[in-house]
């Protein structure tokens, strides 16, 4: 019986199997060093006139003379493609920074910049290409570590006049203008961002940033919506400082629109129910906003009218024009509600009508630097 039952097929079938099936079990059972499988290839004859490397050199010089339209090439980049080879340049020029202060930079930097110009040759790199290299560099080195080194912004702004200067050459070289859209592009979203709040961005102790970041705004658009496209030699000066004063104005007009609806904000960040809400009386409301509205304008005239002046020849008769609107929004809803004169309507007619007078004074006093008195602006 006990023969029968080991030669059973249905014990055979649970027989081990005759691979191993667990990890340590296929370790043990791989070839060991000495097995002719596991064998290493013989090491590559790396002598300067052995076959292997003469077919390597061969290889990557006819790559590396290679040039975008096929024709013969000046020059030999040992890393072929352009986005690469900026891409070590970029890292090269972040060497300029100290690694104990992020925001500082070294004092050999003239140098070291020198040094880095014998690397030009190898990756392709020209004077216009490296302007803009080193623009994007300062410019994301300040945004990195803080935005504590204003220098950083600033320096950025005065080698980007450089670059602005190489864009308005007749013939730019393809990689040149593929790498300036980006770069300037992600550099205008930022500014962007900045100057369409800057009552918020910008205190009166950091006007002079402001400064900056709305010259680097300017400039940047200038750059991309002119010089890049061959603008340049058509549009007169009058076109160029119309282009200027519009995106000024835009800057303005929404800034101060979100600085007046700050005003309307209750502690809980929502708009205050007594001015839109028809159930309250709003009057009360009406006449501090007023007031509000009154130190809003004399704060955007004493603090950033002088930086907007210098890009825009009437910056307060924008102003004054934007918040009239904002608050005669509410005010024609007011009045719009009352069905008769009373003492609270009355309070609120006089000091809307003061809010008038100095806002008029301040749109006389501004339009005279205007050519047409400033009235286009009165009109938006």
């Known amino acids: 019986m006990a023969a029968t039952a080991a030669e059973d097929p249905r014990n055979r079938s649970r027989s081990p199997p005759l691979r191993p099936t667990r990890p340590s079990q296929l370790l043990r059972a791989a070839p060991s060093r000495g097995d002719p499988l596991r064998r290493a290839p013989p090491p590559i004859d ?56 992020e925001a500082a930079v070294l004092e050999e930097v003239d140098e070291m910049l020198e040094l880095m110009k014998k690397t030009w040759a190898v990756l392709g790199i020209n004077k216009a290409v490296h302007g803009i290299c080193f623009v994007w560099v300062l410019f994301e080195q300040y945004i990195r570590t803080g935005r504590i080194e204003e220098e950083l912004l600033g320096a950025a702004l005065v080698v980007l006049g450089e670059v602005a200067v190489d864009a308005k050459r007749p013939e730019l070289d393809p990689g040149f203008v593929r790498l300036l859209e980006p770069v300037l592009s992600s550099m205008l979203g930022w500014v962007d961002k900045q100057m369409m709040d800057y009552h918020v961005r910008f205190r009166k102790c950091s006007i002079g940033l402001m400064e900056k970041v709305l010259a680097l705004a300017l400039t940047t658009s200038k750059i991309m919506s002119e010089d890049l496209r061959g603008l340049a030699h058509e549009d007169t000066a009058g076109e160029f400082t119309n282009k200027v004063t519009s995106r000024v104005e835009r800057y303005i007009r929404s800034s101060l629109k979100s600085a007046f609806t ?25 006449v501090h906003l007023a007031k509000d509205t009154e130190s809003l304008i004399a704060m955007e005239k004493e603090t950033y009218g002088p930086v907007l002046r210098r890009w825009h020849p009437g910056p307060q008769a924008v102003a004054v024009a934007t918040l009239h609107d904002c608050y005669g929004i509410f005010l024609k809803q007011y009045l719009a509600r009352i069905s008769g004169l009373n003492n609270e309507t009355v309070k609120v007619l006089q000091t809307a009508g003061k809010l008038e007078k100095t806002l008029v004074q301040m749109v006389v006093e501004d339009s005279a630097n205007c050519d047409d008195g400033g009235k286009a602006i009165v009109r938006r």
């Open 46 to 101: 790396t002598s300067k006139n052995s076959e292997a490397m003469r077919t390597l050199s061969n290889a990557v010089v006819s790559l590396a003379w290679r040039s975008p339209t096929g024709s013969p090439a000046e020059t030999c980049h040992w890393a072929d493609g352009h986005p690469l080879n900026v891409h070590l340049y970029l890292a090269l020029l972040r060497s300029i920074f100290d690694l104990r202060d």
């Open 262 to 286: 700050k005003l309307l904000e209750n502690g809980n960040g929502k708009v205050d129910s007594m001015v839109v809400e028809v159930d309250e009386e709003p009057s009360e409301t009406l």
